[in-house]
């Protein structure tokens, strides 16, 4: 398996904050690297998929970038509603998970 | 409108099976995959399987080979996935998940509201 390491594990932050969250992966997945985020008690989120597209609608303050084993998620100016679990998920081989970063305001 | 309805909570006793039903809604059901995702409480995603919308191939990980079944009726746009020989570790909230691709897992979206299951004596 592809293990994906993810950090932080948490952070917190201001409103207007910029936020970044690397994930690294264990082998290279060239771009094959998904970002989500989950709310608590809601389904995950698709986010950013092959590194850096953005999925339609979601808001262009975030992005992704990276390729081969390291990743970065940034959210440029965290908002309120942006309080979750962010994950990313590598497909290179059968899908495997990072460990989430539960992202909180300050 | 695009959407995946699961099926209810169940709570089952230790060696049972479960299975749960995933009826997909507003796209063609044929050009896409189904991924299924458990998350155990207060923990992480974790990736069970796929299957093909097309095909029917199906992708399992390690840990669930032998244990895990994925089916889907093409008629009615139903995906299901049955674990047996249930565990006090296999509580937890199944989620299905639209995927990208016919032919390898890609990315999810979107993803069924999830369904609670409790194993428990």
């Known amino acids: ?106 | 409108q695009l959407q995946l309805v699961q099926s209810g909570a169940e709570v089952k006793k230790p060696g049972a099976s479960v299975k749960v039903s995933c009826k997909a809604s507003g796209y063609t059901f044929k050009n896409y995959g189904m991924t299924w995702v458990r998350q155990a409480p207060g923990q992480g995603l974790e990736w069970m399987g796929w299957i093909s919308g097309y095909s029917g191939s199906t992708r399992y990980a390690q840990k669930f080979q032998g244990r895990l079944t994925l089916t889907t009726d093409t008629s009615t746009g139903t995906a299901y996935m049955e674990l047996r020989s249930l565990r006090s570790d296999d509580t937890a909230v199944y989620y299905c998940a639209r995927d990208y691709s016919v032919g390898w897992p890609n990315w999810f979206d979107p993803w069924g509201q999830g369904s609670l299951v409790i194993v428990s004596s």
């Open chain 1, 1 to 106: 398996d592809i293990q994906m390491t993810q950090s932080p594990s948490s952070l917190s932050a201001s409103v207007g904050d910029r936020v970044t969250i690397t994930c690294q992966a264990s082998q290279d997945i060239t771009n094959y690297l998904n970002w989500y985020q989950q709310k608590p008690g809601k389904p995950p989120k698709l986010l950013i998929y092959d590194a850096s597209n953005l999925e339609t609608g979601v808001p262009s303050r975030f992005s992704g970038s990276g390729s081969g084993t390291d990743f970065t998620f940034t959210i440029s100016s965290l908002q309120p509603e942006d309080i979750a679990t962010y994950y990313c998920q590598q497909y290179e081989d059968l899908p495997t998970f990072g460990h989430g970063t539960k992202v909180d305001v300050k």
